[in-house]
């Protein structure tokens, strides 16, 4: 049980253009979803949480309006990169939490190139 | 501000042999901890937790141990197989998770 997918699992893009990635739980409600941005032999860094039916909350240095987050329903989360640049392409790692459980369960990363 | 942090980057171990991940962390009121394990281009892998009320908790082949009192946490992994090999973080959770930096553990045949 509690299974996280994303899609897609890598995605290309011109520089300018707007990607959306989708993050589910399969088989669970998850009040909580977050998003996470790796570069390259880095650790994980969080760029926000998303709760169900709220708006989402940034970390620091984050742009909202550059990384926008719905969290539509307890399964479903998506995170639109806008107006893409190169300096975005990053892997794209999202995690969901199951309501009064500490544990999140992880997506398997998409990732994205900007050219 | 506080942080979750790892001791060491890198490990290199002969397969067969038992591993030890070390984690410091500075938050003395985190209450729950989680190993997680990261394959190359792939999410984080839930391997073990523990909870601030416990000390010590097995699983199969790993073991997690908690000191609280020097704000230490390890992972021992029993009998590395060359599939353990992979980037192993420690991370604090308080609504949100903090992650550390990583260790990365490398299994020679």
């Known amino acids: 049980g509690a299974v996280v997918s994303q899609h897609p699992s890598w995605v290309i893009c011109k520089s300018g253009t707007s990607v959306k990635i989708e993050c589910r739980s399969l088989d669970f409600q998850a009040t909580t979803m977050f998003w996470y941005r790796q570069f390259p032999k880095q650790s994980l860094m969080l760029m926000a949480t998303s709760n169900e039916g709220s708006k989402a909350t940034y970390e620091q240095g984050v742009e909202k309006d550059k990384f926008l987050i719905n969290h539509a329903s307890l399964t479903l989360s998506t995170l639109t990169v806008t107006s893409a640049h190169p300096e975005d392409s990053s892997f794209y790692i999202c995690?969901?939490?199951?309501?009064?459980?500490?544990?999140?369960?992880f997506g398997p990363g998409t990732r994205l190139l900007v050219l | 501000g506080e942080s979750v942090g790892l001791h060491l980057p890198t490990l290199s171990v002969q397969e067969g042999d038992n591993s030890i991940i070390n984690c410091a962390y500075s938050?003395?009121?985190?209450?729950?901890f989680i190993w997680y394990k990261q394959e190359s281009g792939k999410g984080p892998q839930f391997i073990i937790d523990i909870r601030s009320n416990m000390d010590k908790r097995q699983g199969q082949r790993v073991t997690v141990l908690l000191n609280k009192t020097v704000k230490h946490l390890s992972l021992q992994i029993a009998a590395t197989q060359p599939g353990d090999s992979a980037v192993y973080f420690c991370a604090e959770n308080n609504n949100d998770m903090r992650f550390g930096a990583g260790t990365r553990l490398t299994v020679k045949p």
């Open positions: 938050n003395s009121a985190s209450d729950y």
């Open positions: 995690s969901a939490q199951i309501q009064g459980v500490g544990t999140q369960y």
